[in-house]
């Protein structure tokens, strides 16, 4: 099974910045996007950032763009996401997700929900004004 448990949230003040951690645990094989989400009280759970394990590729949602950083290092098992120029709206409770594809051409959208098999249990984030 694939364990995913995120760190690094927490309370800040806006433009300020904060770096999040996921540590991936299990099978790498097969592994093929690892994504960040958010949701805030009451609201949907929404795209944040997402990059190919293997290849490196990113994605980003529009609202982070320029101001967040996704990465990960392979020989760790772990992702990052490095959130400068933090916003009030930014305050929320990052997950992290894990896509896994076992078979040849994957193309899962990595901005949709359903394209993740594993899910962390999230960390907060708040940015005060």
């Known amino acids: 099974q694939v364990q995913l448990v995120e760190s690094g949230g927490g ?15 299990g099978p790498t094989f097969g592994r093929y996007v ?12 929404e795209f944040v950032a997402a990059i190919q394990w293997s290849g490196g590729t990113t994605y980003y949602a ?3 763009k320029g101001r967040f950083t996704i990465s990960r290092d392979n020989a760790k098992n772990t992702v990052y996401l490095q959130m400068n120029s933090l916003k009030p709206e930014d305050t929320a409770v990052y997950y992290c997700a894990a896509d896994y594809c076992l078979a ?7 901005e949709k929900l359903i394209s993740y098999d594993y899910w962390g249990q999230g960390t907060q984030v708040t940015v005060s004004s």
């Open 34 to 45: 690892m994504g960040w989400f958010r949701q805030a009280p009451g609201g949907e759970r």
């Open 11 to 25: 309370l800040v003040q806006a433009g300020g910045s904060l770096r999040l951690s996921c540590a991936v645990s």
């Open 62 to 64: 529009d609202s982070v």
């Open 104 to 110: 040849y051409g994957c193309n899962s959208a990595p």
